[in-house]
């Protein structure tokens, strides 16, 4: 969390300030958190002009109506795609960490429970904001022993939660306001709760494979995916690291596109879980 001025502002210290600029109704916890530390370490009491999103603070800050704006580096990469110079426009004159810690949910042993994994469009870093283009959920009934996989399509058009202020949009931009917005869309489109979750991204999907020593699915259609350029014939398939990513990802070139996409995931999860089951994957994990 940090407080943002304009790069040639005067302003070169929170204690110049009166108040800043941010979207309280959206991200008030953090925003309350760094507001705390301010007034511990800097001895400065500030108060916040309220803001639709981080989004219009920044557009406050470059028309001059905000003298300062707090900013959630999680919602960098909105400005950005709007803004791609707005990094060179701003200096950021006080930043604090934020840490935020989440209690192990409790699941009755014999109730079913929710998994959802997502997979953002992105390499490097886990930590990195993203959209998110994976969206299952994995209910796992404890009793039958028996898990069922649902897919939501990455372009469904629902109310996004959280930072997205339960504005309609595709549901692949949730990702972009972090994993709990995904999580808080989808419990409210479904009305479920969702007890646990699994963030990938390109980057630890294909170690996650490779650690496995590649994955086996049947593949109902041939086709060529775009990603690697890998043919994948009609049949049982193995795959590796880098063919696997060419799989869940190809939605072009498949009959029912994005759908089909979503079965394909599925087939590489189920063959995921049988791998994580063995005897020999548990030996190299």
């Known amino acids: 969390m940090s407080v943002v001025v304009l790069k040639d502002s005067d302003v070169h210290n929170v204690t110049q ?11 008030n916890d953090n925003i309350q958190k760094l507001i705390a530390d301010i007034k511990t370490s800097q001895s400065k009491e500030l108060t ?5 999103s981080y989004l219009a603070a920044y557009k406050s800050l470059v028309s001059g109506e905000a003298k300062a704006i707090v900013l959630n ?3 960098e990469n909105i400005i950005e795609s709007e803004y791609p110079d707005y990094a060179s426009k701003i200096r950021k004159i006080y930043t604090k960490n934020i840490t935020k810690e989440v209690a192990a949910p409790k699941v009755s042993k014999n109730k079913s429970f929710n998994v959802y994994v997502s997979g953002i469009d992105t390499y490097g870093p886990i930590s990195s ?13 404890q009793d039958s022993k028996k898990i069922l996989l649902t897919t939501t399509p990455r372009d469904s058009y629902v109310p996004i939660a959280d930072g997205g202020n339960n504005q309609k949009d595709k549901l692949t931009h949730a990702g972009i306001y972090g994993v709990d917005s995904s ?5 409210n489109l479904y009305g479920v709760d969702i007890n646990y979750y699994v963030r990938l991204n390109f980057t ?3 170690k996650l494979i490779d650690l496995l020593g590649g994955v086996d699915v049947y593949n109902d259609q041939e086709f060529t995916s775009r990603h690697g350029k890998f043919h994948f014939p009609v049949g049982n398939v193995h795959l590796d690291s880098e063919q696997a990513l060419g799989f869940v990802r190809e939605r072009y070139s498949l009959a029912d596109g994005d759908r089909d996409r979503g ?6 999860i189920v063959a995921i879980i049988q791998k994580l089951t063995s005897t020999e994957a548990l030996k190299k994990l």
């Open 129 to 141: 904001v993203s959209r998110s283009d994976v969206n299952i959920l994995m209910t796992v009934n």
């Open 263 to 268: 079965r394909n995931q599925q087939k590489v």
């Open 204 to 206: 630890s999907f294909l």
């Open 73 to 75: 580096s999680v919602f």
């Open 17 to 27: 300030l009166d108040s800043i600029t941010g979207p309280t109704d959206t991200d």
């Open 48 to 52: 916040v002009e309220q803001s639709t």
């Open 183 to 187: 999580i808080h869309t989808l419990e």
